[in-house]
């Protein structure tokens, strides 16, 4: 005869089903004490990645503004804008600016005229600092239908924004071919 014997399961006294108000408080703690750590951090970070975009939108802006003078063979220009139709005065890159065609009379002359815009990037922020400076006036850089620069030597483009640290900031500098080096260099 066959015989089966059943087994008896242990029942424990009662099921535990989350955690302990103690258990939470200790794992809140923690918590608090990390973020408060690493909230300066974060911030220093984004900081400093802001300042390397601004850098960077802008040596895209010049790029673009070489290459569209070169591809419609006539002048192009960019400036400083704050309405994104219209150049702004020198010293007003940190309120955006725009890539247009210029028909002015010449390479060499001394005030853009504004054609046709052609692309405009807004504001970077009111934190933004960007100082633009070149032999002749520095609201606005020409390039000619070759790609070189109408009407300096050289142009130098530096960028940040107010609290990056370290080498997040950006110097551009454009020689007098159009060619343009982007190099990191000190908040």
Known sequence: MLCIQAR?????????RGFT????MVTIAVLAILVSIAGPSFTSMINNN???AVGEELAGAFNYARSE????????????SSDGATCSAAGTWSQGWIVFTDSAATDIATTPVVNAVLRRWEAPGGDAAIA???TAATNFVRYTRLGTLGRANQVTVTSSVSGCTGNAARTITIGP???????????
């Open 8 to 16: 008896k399961v242990p029942v424990m006294a009662r099921e535990q």
């Open 21 to 24: 108000l103690i258990e939470l």
């Open 50 to 52: 802001r300042s390397a």
């Open 69 to 80: 003078a070169v591809k419609r063979g006539d002048r192009v220009s960019i400036c400083a």
């Open 132 to 134: 633009v400076t070149q």
């Open 177 to 187: 071919a159009g060619l343009i080096n982007v190099a990191r260099s000190a908040c």
